[in-house]
């Protein structure tokens, strides 16, 4: 059974890019965004943040509080002509601690993202434009 509630396409995308840039909410509700390194989770169909020392940064404290997040990974295809593509992954995320490592590198805590709603653009050859989904619905199969 598939739990990915993203597209073929959009899978490949993801698991091809390494940075993105994630949104939280500080509890006096001030926003945070901040560059991370990304990880696409087939068993679970998530998107999992991974980094040095995460379980000490704004960031993990801000998901520990508010759990709503939003994640922008996007590219640069060509300058002439202009061609851009990427995935905004708006969602539901936790704050684990003792997660297994990516990487000896990387500290045992991870935000795991649970996608609620997708927008993705130019991500998938056969498509062109922008569209948006929510996850109750069935991602295309390209």
Do not use: C
């Not at 509080?65 to 002439?80: I, P």
């Not at 000896?104 to 989904?133: C, K």
């Amino acid at each position: 059974m598939d739990v990915s509630p993203f597209t073929k396409a959009e899978i490949e995308y993801l698991t091809a890019q390494r940075i993105g840039r994630l949104a939280t909410v500080a509890p006096d509700g001030v926003p945070q965004n901040n560059p991370v390194g990304l990880f696409y989770n087939d068993t679970l169909g998530t998107i999992d943040i991974h980094g040095l020392n995460l379980g000490a940064t704004r960031k993990f404290r801000n998901v520990l509080t508010n759990s709503h997040v939003a994640l922008v990974v996007d590219d640069v295809v060509s300058v002439e002509p202009w061609a851009v593509r990427g995935i905004e992954i708006r969602g539901v995320a936790e704050a684990l601690k003792g997660a297994e490592r990516r990487s000896r590198s990387m500290s045992r805590q991870v935000i795991r993202i649970h996608p609620r709603r997708i927008i993705s653009w130019n991500v998938d050859p056969a498509h062109s434009g922008m569209e948006g989904r929510d996850v109750t619905e069935s991602p295309r199969v390209a």
